[in-house]
């Protein structure tokens, strides 16, 4: 696995973490409902079984979460290995915080074309420390 490719398991990660939360939302907004009369939710008087169903979806959506924090803590391990700080910065706004690289250019005050430059030079020094690692 390349560096680009081990970094990119953080790409996109709080997408897949709001899109969990809103599941783990809405199935307790199922399991606490009721519907009355013609299709009014009320809350409150649900089955055991509705609340059962919650906590297992809830016990499942916070696991995979916490796989997903798991990789993104190890994924800023390996950031924070990475001396220059310009770098580790780049690598962070890109892989872990999700922005576009315009927008890490134009935080870092550099060109987009720079920018590319600065992730390759980041991606070798990344690539130096996973080889360490193994």
Known sequence: MTAKEWLS???KMSGRLRALQT???QAFARATS???????????GEPADKHAAYAELSLSVDRQIEKLEQVRAEILQVIGQVEDNTLATLLTEYYVNDKTWEEV??????????TMKLHSKALQTVEVILEKRT
């Open 23 to 25: 599941s783990k939302e």
């Open 9 to 11: 398991r953080a790409r």
């Open 34 to 44: 009721v519907v009355v009369g013609g299709g009014e939710h009320v809350s409150g």
């Open 105 to 114: 250019a134009a935080e870092q005050h550099y060109s987009w074309r720079w």
